[in-house]
């Protein structure tokens, strides 16, 4: 079945930093792919999205490419701030519509 | 409405007692979604309508788990005799008609925390 994996826990990172998320894969067919970001007591809010093969998902500074070759959809950030401080979920959507999530980084940002 | 409504925020039940949560979605989007968040990040899928009919229930557990989308009403997800395992937030979201349902956006609401105790 599909399924999305994300890297194993927290990040924390200085103000200013470089972010980097990683994000894979598996899926039939041709999923599109997602962030949702979830502030705390909140619920999902779309961060950014790709719907095909090389697509290219950017918002607030955040940006992912949609890598078929390497089954991949890894979040970067030039520039981290201390709002950035959510967790974030990577997930892919099938023809069904229903979305599969990853377990989610927390990513805490130190001023 | 603009965004998608959950009611209750919290839901407290003891062992065995019925849960009700409710969810309306944003005017004009014909899909809602049902979710489970356990384990504090893991998300379960349960189970999706289109309007009123069930789209997808592959993740709704057989037992004790029954939801609806009723015209003219709030979407309801109900459990019978909760058990502890129930435990978790519960959140809907929704999404528009598209020809390719895979890009459809959903948008999610803030959740339902529910505790059995």
């Known amino acids: 079945g599909n399924s999305v994996t994300q890297m194993e826990g927290p990040v924390t990172l200085s103000e200013e930093a470089f972010l980097t998320i990683n994000c894979t894969y598996t899926?039939?067919?041709?999923?599109?792919l997602f962030w949702y970001v979830q502030y705390p007591g909140e619920g999902l809010q779309l961060l950014l999205k790709a719907t095909k093969a090389d697509d290219k998902g950017s918002n607030k500074g955040f940006e992912a490419t949609y890598r078929k070759e390497t089954t991949s959809f890894h979040l970067e950030k030039g520039s981290v701030q201390v709002s950035d401080s959510a967790v974030y979920f990577c997930a892919l959507s099938d023809g069904n519509n229903r979305l599969a999530f990853g377990k989610g980084n927390q990513v805490v940002v130190i001023p | 409405g603009e965004e998608v409504a959950q009611t209750p925020k919290h839901l407290v039940r003891g062992e065995g007692q019925k849960a009700k949560l409710y969810c309306a979605p944003i005017?004009?989007?014909?899909?809602v979604f049902w979710y489970q968040q356990v384990l504090k990040n893991e998300f379960k899928f349960l189970i999706s309508?289109?309007?009123?009919?069930?789209?997808?229930e592959t993740g709704m557990p057989k037992e004790r788990f029954s939801a609806k989308c009723l015209p003219n009403s709030p979407c309801s997800l109900e459990i019978q005799a909760t058990k502890l395992e129930d435990s978790a937030v519960y959140f809907c979201?929704?999404?528009?008609?598209?020809?390719?349902?895979?890009?459809?956006?959903?948008?999610f609401g803030a959740g339902t925390r529910l505790s059995v105790l």
């Open positions: 899926a039939t067919g041709y999923p599109s």
């Open positions: 979201a929704s999404s528009q008609f598209g020809d390719e349902l895979a890009k459809n956006i959903q948008y």
């Open positions: 309508f289109q309007n009123e009919n069930v789209f997808d």
């Open positions: 005017k004009g989007h014909s899909y």
